[in-house]
């Protein structure tokens, strides 16, 4: 699996920027796609992540309320919704991919995409 994300850019507090995750490769519908996050200086950490074959999702509590993932399996394709987005959003966002159950740490995921950065001003 091949993944591209983009979508990142500059924004204002409370506003808001879509991110996509574009797979290539094998077969999108038996994996489960997730998104990560890297601020500067910190760990990266886990934003969401979407199971297509049993259409879990799983969000971090920081997300809660404010992003939104979905995917279209026809365009092997994943989009994260981020609204009312904060100063402390500001990191480079990567999507990666594994098979079968949701989980919630990188190291678990085997495919990574290469980062869109976002970038949120106060």
Do not use: H
């Amino acid at each position: 699996v091949q993944l591209q994300a983009s979508g990142g850019g500059l924004v204002q507090a409370g506003g808001s920027l879509r991110l996509s995750c574009a797979a290539s490769g094998r077969t999108f519908s038996s994996y489960v796609v997730g998104w990560f996050r890297q601020a500067p200086g910190k760990e990266r950490e886990f934003v969401v992540a979407i199971s297509w074959s049993g259409g879990s999702l799983y969000y971090a509590d920081s997300v809660k309320g404010r992003f939104t993932i979905s995917g279209d399996n026809a365009k092997k394709t994943v989009y994260l919704q981020m609204n009312s987005l904060k100063p402390e959003d500001t990191a480079v966002y990567y999507c990666a991919a594994k098979g079968f159950t949701i989980a919630t740490t990188r190291d678990e995921y085997p495919y990574w995409g290469q980062g869109t950065l976002v970038t949120v001003s106060s």
